[in-house]
């Protein structure tokens, strides 16, 4: 598709205004009206100089900096030969102190553009127009039109440096949500993938010896998979209600995991002990934590137990995770550090300590989300 020619730049920023600013430019024919309408003269060379002066009108608006100046300088040139028989020639002057006043980024080149249009005007007013009707319209246009062309100057400066923000905000914005993404989808798929391998492991070395076995074993691998699609599917609509029902999943799933690990999941108060206190985010960042610290007991511990307890008291609520394992103490891996990230998002705390008798896992909230209801109301 051939592109469409256009006089002006395509800028939302220029709008009408390029077009309104034409409408002063009839002063030209102010005094072929009003002082000599009969001569054929000042009629042909004003409408010449209108002539050779809109193509430059236009193509200031395409240029910036020196080329712009160029412009406002053959603007100038423009008023000064029509100067002598139209006094109405000083709004070509206007023109080019507008145009001077908004060539550069730097408010000091501008004025100084300015103040060459109005040493023009000087010049002209001394030696081709000494008249009121030029001067007085000349000097003051120009002036005032000079320092609005350095306002927008710098308003369209500023305009450019806030686009350039915002296209940085909404690329750091795009990174920070496909790192989210990656985290929930480590923290949703680790813990199911850790277990589809151990059963398929399982299964594997049962094939010769217990048919029967290994063949329910593949259809709880078929089940596993099937519930790991289904997660994947409600994560991607926007997965967790607030309700408990996330984390009442959440815990099934850990012990099943873990019992298929051979590893026992003792709970000393469930997910009704804080249900009041959730809202849908921080219930997603405990399921979300409950499924990846029993992926990394899984994965790494060594354990025969885990005791989970959500806890609510006067100061704070949560939950607790503690295994019998080995005790590891580095938090190097991504799944613990986008958990940290996602408590910490939400205004929580994280604490994994090794201990003797293993590592212990604890997230806590201290806000209550009727204090987050006043703050959000105030």
């Given amino acids: 598709m051939r592109q469409r020619w256009r006089i002006l730049p395509n800028d939302p920023e220029l709008g009408w205004v390029p077009q309104a600013m034409l409408v002063y430019v009839s002063f030209v024919y102010l005094t072929p009206l009003l002082g000599e309408f009969g001569s054929p003269r000042i009629w042909a060379l004003s409408s010449l100089s209108l002539v050779v002066f809109l193509p430059m009108y236009f193509a200031a608006f395409w240029f910036s900096g020196w080329r712009r100046l160029w412009m406002a300088m053959g603007i100038t040139v423009v008023g000064m030969a029509l100067a002598g028989l139209n006094a109405g020639a000083s709004v070509y002057f206007i023109y080019a102190a507008y145009f001077a006043g908004m060539s550069f980024e730097h408010m000091r080149q501008n004025l100084a553009g300015v103040a060459v249009v109005l040493a023009a005007v000087g010049v002209t007013t001394a030696w081709l127009a000494p008249n009121l009707y030029f001067a007085g319209p000349a000097f003051i246009g120009s002036f005032v039109l000079g320092l609005v062309g350095g306002h927008f100057s710098r308003r369209n400066l ?26 929930d989808l480590h923290d949703l798929l680790g813990q199911t993938l850790s277990l589809i391998v151990l059963k398929s492991e399982l299964a594997e070395a049962l094939v010769s010896r217990d048919p029967s076995r290994a063949e329910g074993e593949a259809a709880e691998i078929r089940d596993i998979a099937r519930r790991a699609l289904s997660e994947v599917r409600t994560a991607v609509r926007g997965y967790r209600a607030g309700s408990g029902a996330g984390l009442t999943h959440e815990l099934e799933g850990a012990r099943e995991a873990l019992a298929a690990a051979e590893v026992t999941l003792e709970l000393d108060a469930g997910p009704e002990r804080i249900i009041g206190q959730l809202d849908a985010a921080r219930e997603g960042v405990l399921a979300l934590a409950l499924r990846e610290a029993s992926t990394n007991i899984i994965r790494h511990a060594r354990a025969r137990s885990c005791k989970v307890s959500f806890f609510d008291d006067a100061l704070c609520y949560g939950v607790e995770i503690q295994d019998d394992g080995r005790g590891g103490a580095g938090e190097t891996g991504s799944g613990l550090r986008g958990m940290r990230e996602r408590v910490e998002a939400q205004g929580g705390t994280m604490q994994l300590m090794a201990e003797a008798t293993g590592t212990r896992l604890r997230i806590e909230f201290s806000e209550r989300p009727e204090s987050i209801a006043r703050k959000v109301q105030t």
Avoid: F, Q
């Avoid at 500023?158 to 985290?183: C, F, H, S, V, Y």
């Fill in 158 to 183: 500023e305009i450019a440096e806030l686009r350039m923000a915002r296209a940085e905000i909404e690329t750091l914005a795009r990174i920070a949500e496909r790192d989210r993404i990656a985290g």
